[in-house]
């Protein structure tokens, strides 16, 4: 039977979503099994820039989605962005380095089939519609998560 590794994602920045992604797939390659559950500022990673709509949407949850990072490639950093400064300083450094970008953690998650969930409750509060995330993301409640970590050989919070 494999390990198994949970790893909560409440942060939208750039570094820390790299952070979390790295460890999923590095995780997955020593064949641990990795659920990662999104919370609130962590939903922004699994948005589909593509399948974001307004419709059939509050004045607020229009603003949450008009003001939000609309996917992974729009997070900012958690330190130093500089208005977008410091994260292209940080991309071109790691391009220099031959080091992968978020997007290719995300889609390397993706095909090692490392579970995506969403936070049943966030997803309502900001208002966001299921059809707006990747189509690996299942949404589910704090009690689905909880009972997923407690059966986990390890847990993480980004």
Not at 35 to 60: C, H, N, Q, S, V
Not at 77 to 91: D, P, Q
Not at 101 to 118: D, P, T
Request: hydrophobic content about 45%.
């Amino acid at each position: 039977m494999n390990k198994r590794m949970n790893l909560l994602m409440f942060s939208g920045d750039y570094d820390k979503a790299m952070a979390g992604l790295i460890l999923a797939n590095t995780a997955r390659d020593i064949n641990v099994d990795v659920t990662m559950f999104f919370a609130f500022w962590g939903l922004f990673l699994l948005r589909d820039p593509e399948k974001m709509t307004l419709e059939d949407k509050t004045i607020y949850e229009k603003l949450m989605t008009v003001i939000t990072p609309k996917g992974p490639e729009a997070l900012p950093l958690s330190k130093m962005n500089f208005s977008g400064l410091g994260k292209w300083m940080l991309e071109e450094m790691m391009e220099d380095q031959g080091a992968p970008q978020l997007i290719h953690f995300l889609k390397g998650a993706r095909k090692k089939n490392i579970k995506f969930y969403a936070c049943k409750l966030s997803v309502e509060i900001m208002g966001f519609k299921a059809e707006e995330f990747l189509p690996e993301v299942e949404i589910i409640d704090a009690q689905a998560y909880l009972k997923d970590a407690l059966d986990s050989d390890m847990q993480l919070f980004i």
